[in-house]
């Protein structure tokens, strides 16, 4: 298995509600799609930044690729796992587009002692990518000032460029226009990698998801055949979808 998490709960600090995810466990395999349902305030972003180690709130045991998530393993699990944020604000920091997406790997080559070579390799890997995603032409724009859309697919090739194992996509589709989120499903279709897609997006979900996680109020409440939980009407209507 890729990821394992079992007993995951989150409880925000300040918040005397329920807590935002309760006592969630499933498995992810290597190269598996699974997408995660869910109403708005269901946990599918908090369960995204929990994995990453992000939240102080999180409890439970959170494995990937064998490794527990703890302080000290965080760099070794954030090699791994690569998130795009459902606010794209969140993750464009630099002066341009073409800065952003090569900040990660120059990043990680500079740590492990960068060459030439690979500083030409980087910039090559970062042309492709913006090329596949149809945005080449946005390459040296500044990033805060492009449209939604076009944030988000800069934001997906910032993390597509660093080759995770398992790729979190918060609302991916978001903000797409038919055709770029048309792309969008036929790059994630054609990923080795793992993926875990939260969406109110159910046409996407089953188009690219054999699997599904659907949480329902921090709970999860099914996890099985995509095709299956989004036929189940009285299901959905349970859990606010
Ligand atoms: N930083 C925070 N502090 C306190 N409560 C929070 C925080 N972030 C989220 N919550 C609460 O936790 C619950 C889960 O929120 P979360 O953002 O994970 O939902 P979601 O499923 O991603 O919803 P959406 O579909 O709207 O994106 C909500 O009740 C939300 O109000
Ligand atoms: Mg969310």
């Given at each position: 298995m890729l990821l394992n998490v079992s007993g995951l709960s989150v409880l925000y600090s300040g918040?005397?509600?329920?807590?935002?995810?309760?006592?969630l466990t499933f498995s992810i395999d290597e190269g598996e799609k699974v997408a995660l349902l869910g109403a708005n305030g269901a946990g599918k972003s908090t369960l995204m930044l929990s994995l990453l180690g992000i939240l102080d709130a999180a409890i439970g045991k959170i494995e990937v690729d064998g490794v527990i998530l703890e302080k000290k393993s965080l760099p070794l699990i954030r090699r791994r796992l690569g998130l795009l944020f459902q606010d794209p604000d969140d993750q464009l920091f630099m002066p341009t587009v073409y800065d952003d997406i090569t900040f990660g790997p120059q990043n990680y080559a500079e740590n492990t002692g960068a060459s030439k070579e690979i500083t030409e390799k980087i910039n090559e890997d970062a042309d492709k990518i913006l090329k596949k995603l149809g945005i080449?032409?946005?390459?040296?724009?500044m990033s805060h000032k492009l449209s939604g859309g076009e944030k988000r697919l800069a934001a997906l090739a910032s993390i597509l460029?660093?080759?995770?194992r398992l790729l979190l996509m918060d609302e991916?589709?978001?903000?797409?226009d038919p055709r770029a989120r048309r792309r969008l499903i036929s790059i994630i279709e054609s990923l080795p990698n793992a993926c875990l897609i939260a969406t109110h997006d159910l046409d996407m979900a089953l188009n690219l998801c054999a699997r599904c996680l659907l949480l329902h109020k921090g709970r999860l409440r099914a996890d099985g055949a995509t095709k299956d939980i989004i036929a189940d009407k009285k299901l959905l209507d349970e859990c606010g979808l």
């Open positions: 918040s005397n509600e329920d807590p935002a995810l309760k006592d080449a032409h946005l390459k040296d724009r460029v660093m080759e995770p991916p589709s978001a903000f797409l």
